[in-house]
């Protein structure tokens, strides 16, 4: 017993863990833009979504104001996404390590998120525009509607909203696994890459 327990003694269990400071420092990390542009996507997201689901529990009179609230997130959601690809479009990128599998399905996933974070808002937008409701954003600017009262198309637009939004809470999901995975069962620098 206590030759297994003398092997054991010189085991550090923290071995592999990493000061998260250190980390950060250590790593190559997205630019300053990238890194505020997601978090700030990512905060709208978890406001504008459960705003969506909950409006059709909510009573009619309180229920414009979820509208209200929920449209506007959403158009500023289109907006910072836009900003989003542009700076994509320019920012340093750090080298993605893991498997081709994972850099593919890291790829993969990604892009669905930036297609679907404008398919939603945009379909949601011209949806309420089809609807005859116009946008005033956060109850202050009015938004233009490029679309004129049409129930019919107004119901497709509806359809690809709402489908856009559980398939965006699907790669939601699928993201934070990954982040899981790297963060807490493969202990590596992935995270800090975005902090």
Not at 55 to 66: C, K
Not at 87 to 103: D, L, V
Not at 162 to 167: E, F, P, R
């Amino acid at each position: 017993m206590e030759i297994i327990l003398s092997k054991f003694s010189d085991v550090n269990l923290f071995s592999q863990a990493v000061c998260p400071s250190d980390a950060i420092n250590s790593v190559h990390r997205y630019a300053a833009t990238s890194r505020i542009i997601h978090w700030v996507v990512a905060a709208l997201v978890l406001v504008t979504w459960p705003l969506g689901l909950v409006i059709q529990f909510t009573r009619n009179e309180v229920s414009l104001g979820f509208y209200m609230l929920h449209e506007s997130f959403g158009f500023l959601l289109l907006w910072l996404m836009l900003l989003r690809v542009g700076n994509k479009m320019i920012a340093k990128t750090p080298h993605h390590e893991g498997s081709a599998f994972e850099r593919f399905a890291a790829s993969t996933v990604h892009g669905l998120l930036y297609l679907l974070l404008i398919v939603m808002p945009v379909s949601g937008f011209l949806a309420i525009s089809a609807h005859g409701f116009p946008l005033v954003w956060f109850g202050l600017v009015p938004i233009w509607g490029p679309l004129d009262k049409s129930p019919d198309i107004a119901g497709i637009l509806s359809m690809v909203h709402t489908w856009s939004a559980w398939v965006v809470l699907l790669l939601f999901a699928l993201h934070i696994g990954a982040v899981l995975l790297h963060h807490v069962i493969k202990r590596d620098n992935t995270l800090y890459r975005i902090l």
